[in-house]
């Protein structure tokens, strides 16, 4: 055991030294903040409603133009006024005082035309867009409800509109997996390293004449990434709780970050034993955890999704046997994996 | 004069042919390297991967929905909700008399019945007798996500539902066409402005022509529906069309680069409205702008269909598209660093540093092979995508930066562990950089500051001009070439083969560039003249990795209120900037160009300041394309925007006092810099506090 630590320790010592691991904090950061930007950026292009006191101002006008002011008696964020004739209208458009133009219009088969003009290029162009949108779904429940009779079935009732937060599910669905994903990844880059560097340099033979076995530098080669890992995901969750996005079920996630973190070592360890060199090795090594959780995200209880449901406190017995089943499946894996290399030995 | 042209085109076949044979024996290693076993295993494991996805995304198993059961939805199996609810991936639907609200649930939804004369039974409720719904969610961001998310839910089972509904008029009552205008100033607008309203309500005919000739299925009509609602293609309906909408079309077909042949059709629509108007003179105005102007147009074709049809203008598709290309350069810069620093690990390097070829050639001939394969990559990606020339020359910019940060990262580095750290920053640095910009392709000019906005223009099918090509490619381009010769600075014996922090190798490559400035020197003797001016040159040309570091400083800080953030920014500018003219002076120093005096460092200092002062003012460029039409860009380039309509005096003082600022905040830092690290430190805060202070001054005035 005591040799282990030792080399866990060497391990440690060396990306101290060299402060690479501030480089990682310091890119998951820049990952973080980007991530809000982005999301409220894009958020608030897709739903500007979220904004506070973004309401358009629309110029209606045409022989239908009283449902349109039904609608917007209805939808937060957009107000019409009525203009006698179209042209009327597009004037108020041109000079600014209506951010679009709608002209509604009844047709001969019994639907309503809208024609509706939308500021060109310009930054609020999404919002308006959006928020037109929203008028007009409005608009079209209530012309379609008029018309209910004439339906074989009817549509379903729909409740009250509520406040929700637009960042709430990308937070607990996005951002949390990603940012605790993320290090699993790099750990198991460390490994490739470690192993590769010490096969080129020579140095794990003067290693080999030290009282220890393969086995034990594998393990604590292992145990040096595998403990950095959830370490950074518990800094992450952390510093969410400490930014007000209260995360459930931590242990069960450190406990599952463990497990991949696991599995990923051991499939670097295997891949740097084989590879005939650094290059090869990582190579191989990208290509591969990019096949295992893009394969893995796809399937039902993805980790991706296993992380989410257990942050947004939506966890049920399934998730539990799921972080159990990735325990047996990682430590197995590692397990099968150091057997192999020990047996066969490392290098080409 | 021949002779020496001569001469010269004799070294550069020389050189090119040494370059070609680095390259030759770089590739043949790199082969060796990932031999075919290698390559064999990782395509086998990318197409059983990509099997087992497709076949579970084919057969409805997998799919990357990561809000997958993400909220508890209470709801009575019997009821027509549980449909709406089971259909909604991120809800899972728990049986009303398990659910508690709160423990097990997030929300419940709660039918009400309509009385009737059957009672309460235990059968299915048809969805006629439902009289009203309530959702009742727990008091958590949770719950209302929950309750959101379930009204989304049955919205979207109407939606199925009314698409099966025979009685379209009923299901559907309401046709829209969208259509994008400028406001007036725009000549397409003239007939709008002039035409009467009367006619044009009647508009809204050549909408429902449209519409009706897509009818049935909902996905057609808002695919198709465009070309036929714009062209009115109802031609019955044209005589009474009014002015104002066809002018409008025609206008807009005019911007359409599609170029369909309802075009020529439209046109005559609106001659011939025009004609039978008082005003015909504006008509043909309409007709007139063949050319786009800058920005407009980029909004595609017009779209028509039910309310919920409507996207808005978000270049989803073509940005997942050009993110494709950036994929591979990932793979590429780990095996391109990996070669680098494999010379600089065991001496490798050492024989090829003592053959006649230069440490540009080599450099050049190692990083042939990867920049080719580059190239290749991006053209394969491009035809499998639909990309056209415009694509790749987008893209290569893009790979020319991976590769020269990778490059530099590779010969910092000490060991493989801190190359994969550097490598992972290189790539979410430039990936970003490269990336969020072009989600605001269609939004605002700024978005041509990375060159794969030209890819998703290209994909979009629009065209863009030489200008706006060029204004995209250059910085990147030039940020690349800048990047590898800080690099090639070190790529010597002394150097390559030795090992130090990052920083402090960071600090040799920019020192290889200075020349020494002495105290007991003549003030303004040649020599000295010279050495400064390299060091002018060194702060000008980091004025790219500034406009960067600013750009990406405005997108981080973006997230907090402007109330914040707007002060933040002024302060990060000011620092960067100061870090950008001072870190050179202080590599100076501490490797010993430059003698430790205080006249050296007011010398240095000047002309630091001025170097970036002088590189600033040349990328005045940028207010070409409107960057300073932003809030925050105003704060990040204030010293640029602002020149025209000014007096000359004004003028004058107004480029004066940036100078000032730089050479003064820029001197005092040099003078910490002289005297060790923390004295530096120390100077550096207190230029970033004089150089924030007058930012401030700056946008409070402005």
């Not at chain 1, 006008?61 to 006698?84: F, I, K, L, M, Q």
């Not at chain 1, 929700?164 to 750990?187: E, K, Q, R």
């Not at chain 2, 719904?133 to 539902?161: F, M, W, Y």
Request: some cysteine; glycine content about 10%; overall charge negative.
């Amino acid at each position: 055991m005591g040799s282990r630590l030792t080399i866990a320790g060497r391990e440690l010592a060396g990306l101290r030294a060299e402060k690479t691991i501030l480089l990682a904090v310091g890119i998951q950061l820049f990952i973080a903040a980007f991530s809000s930007f982005l999301v409220v950026g894009l958020v608030s292009m897709y739903d500007p409603g979220a904004l506070d006191g973004a309401e358009i101002e629309v110029a209606a006008a045409g022989d239908a133009v009283d449902g349109v002011e039904r609608a917007a008696a209805e939808v937060p964020g957009a107000s019409v006024t009525a203009y006698a004739d179209a042209g009327a209208a597009r004037h108020a458009f041109d000079r600014n005082a209506a951010d679009a133009v709608v002209v509604a219009t009844r047709t001969d088969e019994g639907r309503i035309a809208t024609a509706v003009t939308a500021p060109d290029a310009t930054v609020e162009t999404t919002v308006v867009v959006v928020q037109l949108r929203e008028l007009l779904r409005a608009h079209e429940l209530n012309e379609r409800a008029a018309r209910a009779p004439h339906l074989t079935e009817p549509p379903l009732p729909l409740p009250e509109r509520s406040e929700a937060s637009p960042y709430f599910a990308f937070t607990y669905t996005v951002l949390i997996p990603l940012l605790a994903v993320l290090p699993v990844f790099v750990s198991g880059a460390l490994v490739v390293d470690s192993i590769t560097e010490e096969l080129d340099e020579g140095t794990l033979e003067l290693l080999r004449v030290a009282p220890v076995t393969l086995g034990e530098i594998l393990d604590g080669k292992a145990a040096a990434a595998v403990a950095i890992a959830p370490g950074q995901a518990l800094l992450w969750l952390l510093l969410l709780a400490a930014n007000g996005t209260s995360v459930a079920n931590v242990g069960p996630i450190l406990a599952l970050m463990t497990a991949l973190t696991t599995l990923v070592v051991a499939v670097a360890v295997g891949l740097a034993a084989i590879a005939p060199d650094r290059r090869a090795a990582q190579l191989l090594y990208s290509v591969a955890v990019l096949a295992l959780f893009g394969g893995a995200t796809a399937m039902d209880g993805g980790p991706a999704n296993a992380v989410a449901r257990l942050a947004i406190d939506s966890a049920d017995a399934t998730t539990g046997a799921l972080v159990a089943a990735y325990a047996v499946i990682a430590a197995a894996a590692y397990l099968g994996v150091r057997r192999v290399v020990v047996a066969e030995g490392l290098g080409r | 004069m021949i002779d020496r042209l001569r001469g010269g085109g004799a070294r550069a076949r020389v050189a090119l042919r040494r370059v070609l044979r680095v390259a030759r024996w770089e590739s043949s290693r790199a082969a060796g390297g990932v031999d075919r076993r290698t390559l064999a295993a990782a395509v086998a494991l990318v197409a059983v991967a990509g099997g087992v996805v497709g076949v579970g995304v084919a057969t409805g198993v997998a799919g990357f929905d990561v809000d997958r059961d993400v909220y508890r939805v209470g709801v009575d199996p019997a009821s027509p909700y549980a449909d709406a609810v089971a259909a909604d991936p991120s809800l899972r639907a728990v049986p009303a008399r398990e659910a508690a609200l709160g423990e097990t649930t997030d929300a419940t939804v709660i039918t009400v019945v309509a009385p009737s004369s059957d009672g309460p039974g235990d059968g299915p409720i048809a969805a006629a007798r439902v009289d009203e719904v309530v959702v009742r969610a727990t008091d958590t961001r949770k719950g209302a996500a929950a309750a959101a998310s379930v009204r989304e839910a049955i919205e979207a089972h109407n939606e199925r539902l009314m698409r099966a509904e025979p009685n379209e008029t009923a299901a559907f009552p309401l046709t829209v066409t969208l259509r994008y205008a400028e406001r007036s100033g725009g000549p397409a607008d003239g007939p709008t402005l002039g035409g009467s309203g009367g006619e044009s309500a009647t508009g809204g005919d050549g909408a429902t022509g449209g519409e009706s000739a897509t009818g049935g299925d909902d996905a057609t009509t808002a695919d198709g529906g465009s070309a036929a609602a714009d062209g009115g293609s109802d031609p019955a309906g044209d005589a009474t069309d009014g002015n104002s909408d066809a002018g409008d079309t025609a206008a807009d077909e005019t911007r359409d680069t599609a170029g369909d042949t309802v075009d020529s059709e439209t046109e005559d629509t609106a001659g011939d409205t025009a004609a039978d108007e008082d005003e015909p003179g504006e008509a043909t105005e309409a007709d007139g702008p063949a050319v786009p102007p800058v920005g407009s147009g980029v909004f595609g074709a017009d779209t028509t269909g039910s309310p919920s049809s409507i996207t808005p203008p978000f270049p989803f598709v073509s940005l997942l598209l050009a993110f494709a290309f950036l994929v591979p350069m990932n793979f590429l810069i780990q095996a391109y660093g990996s070669s680098i620093l494999d010379e600089r690990t065991n001496r490798r390097g050492e024989p090829l540093l003592v053959t006649p070829l230069s440490p540009a050639e080599i450099v050049a001939g190692k990083t042939l092979p990867y920049a080719v394969a580059a190239a290749a990559a991006t053209a394969l990606i491009a035809l499998a995508v639909g990309g056209g020339a415009l694509s790749v020359v987008g893209v290569l910019p893009v790979a020319a930066a991976f590769l020269g940060a990778t490059f530099v990262g590779a010969m910092f580095a000490r060991s493989f562990k801190e190359l994969t750290f550097l490598t992972v920053g290189v790539s979410v640095l430039v990936t970003t950089y490269a990336f969020v910009p072009a989600i605001f392709t269609n939004v605002t000019p700024v978005a041509l500051v990375s060159p794969l906005t030209l890819v998703v223009f290209d994909l979009q099918g629009e065209a863009v001009s030489a200008g706006q090509t060029l204004f995209s490619t250059a910085p990147m381009t030039l940020g690349a070439g800048l990047l590898f010769a800080l690099g090639l600075g070190v790529y010597r014996e002394e150097d390559l083969f030795s090992q130090k922090p990052v920083t402090r190798k960071l600090l040799d490559a920019l020192a290889v560039r200075l020349s020494p400035v002495t105290a007991s020197e003549a003030r303004l003797s040649r020599r000295r003249l010279r050495a400064l001016g390299s060091v002018a040159l060194l702060t000008g040309c980091a004025i790219p990795f500034v406009f960067v570091a600013e750009l990406l400083a405005v997108a981080v800080l973006f997230a907090l209120p402007v109330t914040v953030s707007v002060p933040v920014l002024l302060v990060t500018i000011a620092f960067v900037e100061e870090v950008a003219k001072s870190a050179g002076l202080y590599a100076g120093f501490e490797r010993g160009v430059f003698d430790r005096s205080d006249a050296v460092a007011v010398a240095v200092g000047v002309a630091s300041g001025t170097g970036f002062f002088l590189a600033e003012k040349a990328t005045a460029v940028v207010q070409v394309v409107g960057l300073t039409d932003l809030f925050l860009g105003r704060a990040a380039f204030a010293d640029v925007a602002g020149l025209s309509g000014h007096a000359p005096a004004a003028l004058a003082a107004l480029l004066a006092a940036p100078l000032v600022l730089h050479v003064v905040a820029t001197t005092v830092a040099a003078a910490g810099a002289v005297r060790g690290r923390t004295a530096y430190a120390v100077a550096l805060a207190l230029s970033t506090l004089v150089h924030a202070a007058y930012n401030v001054g700056v946008v409070s005035l402005g």
